[in-house]
């Protein structure tokens, strides 16, 4: 628990100290913000900030920092200098400077930024790939919770159908009808669920493994015939809302478009990921008390859990909320691992339906023209999933390929921010070095992973190689640029 409280003390002073910092090499001002200067009543609509707040955590989070979490609790207490220093330093630079570009570009969906910045031909692969990251957002986002509420009763096609009828009116609408008015109270009751769950930590004092005893892979420890992940880079993929998130990227320009000033950004962006970083430092704390917790393990003294190390991430958010929380703590879990996927779900859907217009050049207002994105999207994501139902592992994989495509969406945004900063003349390395860790975070997994090339441990320099490129390519870079400017 030492551990726990440290890292929660260091993530408070993270957002007053190194976000300032970054906030102050941004430089927002008092110019007109595109919510004020292009509102359409659908998209561009100036809200209350501590509403814009609980969307953006809402949009961002869903059940990211709570499954990851959960999942990367396995490798032990080295989760938590992840989801701290990532969290700091990677992850709400990220959705900060992101959200803040968009801004300063009117809005922009975050292929046009890249496309500004790395060029056209980076653009038109990164909208592809974007989109389609978006669709399979909000396909695992539909059979999860689908199957969840199966179990309670009714069939899982019903429920998706249902899901999917929200999902086309939450995308058409605009986003004061019903983001604006519900998203709110569900990020609420994740808070909510969060802070219970603190204060139970504080008041049992669990003893769960610390840092400075505990500094090793204990998934591969605990399991050595089944848990064959190491760290790096498996650790950077699992836990990504917890610190960063390619696909925050694509969620910060959504409340960019309701932001009446700029000055308001820090606490908006940098402040939702530190409270996502602290949701997940909670339930990296509540799993690792119940696979590692002493006197025994907390799947040996809760009543059902009999899966123990396996247990599914939604099955210990719902075991240690009622051991824990009892009626209210059930009602919690639900919302948790129900509604929040759907929320995330639906934005990503929007976020797909803006950029495929922004690339168009297609005006939202006319609902006709809005169906001409939606039609079409929807139909990959039903094609999507019913690939999912039909193969027995389909879910499964499908999660593996969005965890990698969401780290390296990240890549490419950090890339972009450096290059931003760099023809600003501002202090670059702020995005940089989170930019060169990820890149090689990314291209080590998609060496070593069975999901991706399987080479095992004769990947891990190929991922180097890629490190050394990446530096290479941006010294050479910034030589060029730094003389285009001095002549």
């Not at 983001?179 to 709110?184: A, E, M, R």
């Not at 990020?187 to 139970?200: G, I, K, P, Y």
């Not at 930019?435 to 399987?454: G, H, P, R």
């Not at 991922?463 to 941006?474: E, K, Q, R, S, T």
């Amino acid at each position: 628990m030492i551990s726990f409280t440290l890292s929660l003390i260091a993530l408070v002073l993270g957002y007053l100290l190194y976000g300032r910092f970054v906030e102050q090499v941004f430089g927002p001002d008092d110019r007109v913000t595109p919510a004020v200067a292009k509102a359409d009543g659908l998209d561009y609509i100036v809200l209350p900030n501590w509403k814009i707040f609980m969307i953006q955590f809402l949009n961002i989070a869903g059940t990211g920092p709570i499954f990851g979490a959960i999942m990367g609790a396995k490798f032990g207490p080295v989760a938590y200098l992840w989801i701290v220093f990532g969290c700091i330093f990677a992850g709400a630079v990220h959705d900060y400077l992101s959200g803040m570009l968009s801004m300063r570009h009117g809005g922009a969906g975050l292929p046009e930024m890249i496309g500004h910045y790395l060029g056209k031909t980076t653009k038109s692969v990164m909208l592809v790939f974007t989109v389609l990251l978006l669709i399979m957002v909000g396909t695992v986002f539909v059979y999860s919770p689908a199957e969840i509420l199966h179990s309670m009763g009714g069939e899982t096609i019903m429920w998706v159908a249902i899901i999917f009828c929200y999902y086309i009116i939450a995308t058409m609408l605009p986003i004061d009808k019903i983001i604006g008015k519900v998203y709110p109270l569900f990020a609420f009751s994740l808070l909510f669920m969060a802070a219970a769950l603190m204060v139970w930590l504080f008041l049992h004092w669990p003893t769960v493994p610390e840092l400075w005893t505990n500094f090793y892979n204990m998934g591969a420890a605990t399991e050595p015939d089944t848990w064959k992940d190491a760290i790096f880079p498996a650790l950077f993929i699992t836990i990504a809302c917890g610190a960063i998130s390619g696909f925050h990227g694509t969620q910060s320009p959504l409340m960019s478009r309701c932001v009446k000033s700029e000055k308001t950004g820090r606490p908006i962006f940098y402040g939702a990921m530190i409270t996502e970083g602290i949701v997940a430092l909670i339930w990296a704390t509540v799993a690792s008390w119940f696979f590692y917790g002493e006197p025994a393990p907390g799947y040996e003294l809760i009543q059902n859990a009999t899966a123990g190390f396996h247990t599914s991430a939604p099955a210990v958010v719902n075991l240690v909320c009622n051991d824990w929380l009892g009626v209210a703590g059930a009602i919690l879990a639900m919302l948790g691992v129900v509604a929040a996927p759907i929320t995330s779900g639906d934005t990503a859907f929007r976020s797909g339906r803006l950029i495929v217009a922004e690339w168009l050049k297609l005006d939202q207002r006319p609902i006709p023209k809005r169906l001409y994105i939606c039609v079409p999207m929807f139909a990959c994501s039903i094609a999507m999933l019913v690939w999912q139902i039909e193969n027995p592992d389909g879910f499964n994989t499908i999660w593996q390929y969005f965890g990698w495509s969401n780290q390296a969406l990240s890549v490419f945004t950090l890339w972009t921010l450096t290059v931003y900063l760099v023809r600003r003349k501002k202090i670059f390395w702020i995005t940089l070095i989170p930019a060169l860790f990820m890149t090689t975070v990314c291209s080590t997994y998609f060496f070593v992973s069975k999901q991706m090339l399987n080479l095992g441990d004769a990947g891990y320099p190929f991922g180097m190689v890629c490190l050394v490129i990446a530096i290479v390519w941006f010294c050479l870079w910034y030589r060029k640029e730094t003389n285009k400017n001095n002549n």
